[in-house]
């Protein structure tokens, strides 16, 4: 990477700033020098010739291995609302979300 470029610990501690983290100089140090690293790395892997080659989600031809969906018998509700520890009209009763209105 062109000296020019690269990342310094002025624009990581402005960053930091920015994302409102509290960094100390020696984590400013450390995290320059990882983030230079991953900029490198970045550069070697844009100067790759890829023509030709499709993009892809995954290295590794996947096909879909679940089932068909279709409709089966499923369990009884009033079945399995009797081995709930409670019920309230017709549907499972859960304890209520912290922080929610009643």
Same mark, same amino acid.
């Given at each position: 990477?062109?000296? =020019?470029?690269?990342?310094?610990? $002025?624009?990581?501690?402005?960053?930091? *700033?920015l994302a409102c983290l509290d960094l100390t100089d020696e984590e400013v140090e450390e995290y $320059?020098?990882?983030? *230079?690293?991953? %900029?490198?790395?970045?550069?070697?892997?844009?100067?790759?010739?890829?023509?030709?080659?499709?993009?892809?989600?995954?290295?590794?031809?996947?096909? &879909?291995? %679940?089932?068909?969906?279709?409709?089966?018998?499923?369990?009884? *509700?009033?079945?399995?609302?009797?081995?709930?520890?409670?019920?309230? &009209?017709? *549907?499972? =009763?859960?304890? =209520?979300? %912290?922080?929610?209105a009643p």
């Amino acid at each position: 990477m062109p000296e =020019r470029d690269r990342i310094t610990s $002025t624009d990581v501690a402005h960053v930091a *700033r920015l994302a409102c983290l509290d960094l100390t100089d020696e984590e400013v140090e450390e995290y $320059t020098v990882q983030l *230079r690293d991953v %900029l490198e790395y970045a550069d070697v892997v844009a100067a790759l010739d890829t023509a030709g080659i499709p993009p892809t989600a995954h290295p590794l031809p996947l096909v &879909n291995a %679940l089932r068909e969906d279709e409709p089966r018998p499923s369990l009884d *509700r009033d079945e399995v609302l009797a081995m709930a520890p409670e019920v309230e &009209n017709g *549907r499972f =009763r859960v304890p =209520r979300i %912290l922080g929610e209105a009643p």
